[in-house]
């Protein structure tokens, strides 16, 4: 079989419901690369929200941040950073409606109040550290992307006041802020371009909303059977849920296993 280069999302997908990785999990992984595959992750968590796991699997190509930034064997190919004065304008419009705010970079994130149950609750199901306070991490560092912390309702009055900006909800309490028109699909298309793989020797497992367009993209797509059901609308395959060794199935259902 010719080498083929795997993506996986973490969070519902490399990742339990309890933020473990399954052993079937990392046995098939391992199993891929001795086989002579490509294997790297596609998430919208930042990089040093999942150095661990790179670590444990040695995987050292990732795209993150949604697409946002895109990493290729240890080196950073694509940086999209968030428009100066929109962020500026955002942080007054969020100060205006007391909704609290992250800024994040490839390196760190910290928050713009002290505290606030929000940022705790939502971060909190990441099973990571909770960030720190520096109201101005913003100034002279290039903001990947910026966590809102809102209901789904009251997102709507920022995506009609910033063009410049998409917001892909993660949590009830949150959504990720992420400059216009990136994706998952086109960090994937970065690093097959990068690596020289063609359409159909790719392959991406996914299962949530910020999902959708990297399973429409790739050729060789494949959903969660814990995935939302447009997630799963949107693949051309569909695999067990990730507490039923899902990845493991899904990669012999494909004959790569």
Same mark, same amino acid.
Request: hydrophobic share 40%; proline share 3%; net charge negative.
């Given at each position: 079989?010719?080498?083929?280069?795997?993506?996986?999302?973490?969070?519902?997908?490399?990742?339990?419901?309890?933020?473990?990785?399954?052993?079937?999990?990392?046995?098939?992984?391992?199993?891929?690369?001795?086989?002579?595959?490509?294997?790297?992750? =596609?998430?919208?968590r930042?990089?040093?929200?999942?150095?661990?796991?790179?670590?444990?699997?040695?995987?050292?190509?990732?795209?993150?941040? !949604?697409?946002?930034?895109?990493v290729?064997?240890g080196?950073?190919?694509?940086?999209?950073?968030?428009?100066?004065?929109?962020?500026?304008?955002?942080?007054?419009? =969020?100060?205006?409606?007391?909704?609290?705010?992250?800024?994040?970079?490839?390196?760190?994130m910290?928050?713009?109040?002290?505290?606030?149950?929000?940022?705790?609750?939502?971060?909190?199901?990441?099973?990571?550290?909770?960030?720190?306070?520096?109201?101005?991490?913003?100034? !002279?560092?290039?903001?990947?992307?910026?966590?809102?912390?809102?209901?789904?309702?009251?997102?709507?009055?920022?995506?009609?006041?910033?063009?410049?900006?998409?917001?892909?909800?993660?949590?009830?309490?949150?959504a990720?802020?992420?400059?216009?028109?990136?994706?998952?699909?086109?960090?994937?298309? /970065?690093?097959?371009?990068?690596?020289?793989?063609?359409?159909?020797?790719?392959?991406?497992?996914?299962?949530?909303?910020?999902?959708?367009?990297?399973?429409?993209? /790739?050729? !060789?797509?494949?959903?969660?059977?814990?995935?939302?059901?447009?997630?799963?609308?949107?693949?051309?395959?569909?695999?067990?849920?990730?507490?039923?060794?899902?990845?493991?199935?899904?990669?012999?259902?494909?004959?790569?296993?």
């Open positions: 079989m010719s080498q083929k280069l795997i993506f996986f999302d973490i969070d519902g997908t490399l990742y339990d419901e309890n933020k473990q990785l399954p052993m079937s999990t990392k046995n098939a992984i391992e199993a891929l690369k001795k086989q002579g595959h490509y294997v790297a992750i =596609a998430t919208g930042a990089p040093f929200l999942f150095e661990d796991l790179r670590d444990e699997l040695g995987i050292h190509t990732y795209v993150c941040f !949604n697409g946002s930034y895109v290729v064997e080196e950073m190919v694509s940086k999209k950073t968030l428009d100066r004065n929109s962020l500026e304008a955002l942080i007054d419009f =969020a100060d205006q409606k007391q909704h609290p705010l992250v800024f994040m970079d490839h390196e760190d910290k928050t713009n109040v002290e505290s606030h149950p929000h940022i705790e609750e939502s971060m909190g199901t990441l099973k990571c550290y909770q960030p720190g306070h520096d109201s101005s991490y913003f100034l !002279n560092r290039d903001i990947i992307q910026t966590l809102l912390f809102c209901s789904k309702e009251e997102e709507v009055e920022y995506i009609n006041a910033f063009p410049k900006f998409d917001f892909v909800r993660w949590h009830p309490l949150s990720d802020i992420l400059p216009v028109g990136g994706s998952k699909a086109k960090g994937v298309e /970065v690093v097959m371009t990068k690596l020289g793989f063609v359409a159909e020797d790719v392959y991406a497992f996914g299962d949530g909303l910020n999902d959708i367009e990297m399973l429409q993209a /790739v050729v !060789n797509s494949v959903a969660m059977g814990n995935a939302h059901e447009e997630v799963k609308n949107a693949a051309k395959h569909i695999t067990k849920h990730v507490d039923e060794d899902g990845i493991e199935y899904g990669l012999k259902m494909l004959g790569l296993l």
